[in-house]
């Protein structure tokens, strides 16, 4: 299974359009956050990908009425947690989502906001953030990032440049 991660598009369609363009085959998109407007859109454009599509909202998106996370079980043997990530202070670490995640019993994390990609697994736990599609902000190129979740359990996930 193949999952699509973009975040923090900031209103640059072309962004997110390239990128599921581009991945039209994988079996989930997760979005997440400050994109939602052309988020929807995509949506409208391309509704074939609309019941695999996953929004979450970010700091940007004023006046969303999308969730700031959602619990995820796509795949048997692995529950992620879909968030911006700014309510749970990813500016200054991943203590406070990595103790959101032991909560929701997620072995899977996914966030944005810092615009500064992350691809890393401590403790248990997957942490992935995919960087920004439009706005990147660590000296890389705009990115985005898939996961494939394999028959035997586990998770390879691996940062694009758009």
Known sequence: M????????HGRYHALSSVILSNMSADAFIHLGDGEEEYLRLIDNFPSVADKFYY??????????????LTLEIAPGHRILATHGHRF????????????????RCNIILHGHTHVRCNTYK???YILNPGSAAKPRDGFPPS???ID????GKAVANIINV
């Open 89 to 104: 202070g990813v500016n200054y670490g991943n203590a406070g989502i990595l103790d959101k995640a032991k909560e929701l």
């Open 123 to 125: 403790d248990g736990f």
């Open 144 to 146: 985005y990032a898939f």
């Open 56 to 69: 979450i909202k970010g700091n940007c998106d004023y006046g969303s009425q999308r969730p700031e996370f």
């Open 2 to 9: 193949r999952i699509i991660v973009i975040s923090d598009t």
């Open 149 to 152: 979740l394999l028959p035997d």
